[in-house]
């Protein structure tokens, strides 16, 4: 299985940066990871000009094979057996990949909602786009940890 994650993008603080990277290296025995980051080049006065601008380059992106995974905060909510269960179900499909989608401050339009196959949302606090990194990456990695029955996740 291939893991991309494709995500709007700025420097992030070291602290995020270093806690990524950590739990990424934990994930790469399981599956290879390809982050691909997208700066955007525009800026707009209004929110919504912006948010169809960053979905628009994200839709760009998205190949017709991809299964997408939207992460956004009107998303279901799951708990980690439940996403490791998705995972799972990924391993095992002849088209092995996944795609993670984390789009930016102003969040995902209607186009890319409809594309996705399945919008996920770690719970109704809202989380900054740098922060879901992170959070998304241990995700992944407690996913492994559930299928190849690792101590980590406790009940």
């Known amino acids: 299985m291939t893991i991309d994650i494709l995500l709007l993008g700025k420097s ?3 602290e995020i940066k270093d806690l990524s990277a950590f739990y990424l290296k934990k994930i790469l025995p399981f599956s290879p990871v390809n982050i691909v ?4 080049k525009k ?4 929110d919504l000009l912006n948010k169809n601008y960053h979905c628009d380059l994200i839709l760009e ?3 017709p094979k991809d299964f997408l995974v939207l992460l956004d905060e009107n998303g279901q909510i799951s708990d ?9 179900l990924r391993r095992q499909h002849i088209d092995k990949n996944i795609l993670f989608v984390i789009c930016g401050a102003f969040g995902a339009n209607d186009a890319l909602r409809k594309r996705a196959n399945y919008i996920l949302s770690f719970g109704k606090m ?3 786009h740098q922060l879901i990194r992170p959070v998304l990456f241990e995700q992944i990695y407690r996913g492994f940890s559930l299928i190849y029955n690792l101590k980590y996740h406790n009940e």
Do not use: C, R, V, Y
């Open 61 to 63: 992106k998205i190949k």
């Open 37 to 40: 980051e997208l700066n955007p």
């Open 43 to 46: 800026t707009f006065k209004e």
């Open 12 to 14: 992030h603080p070291n």
């Open 80 to 88: 980690s057996k439940a996403f490791s269960n998705l995972l799972d």
């Open 126 to 128: 809202t989380l900054s």
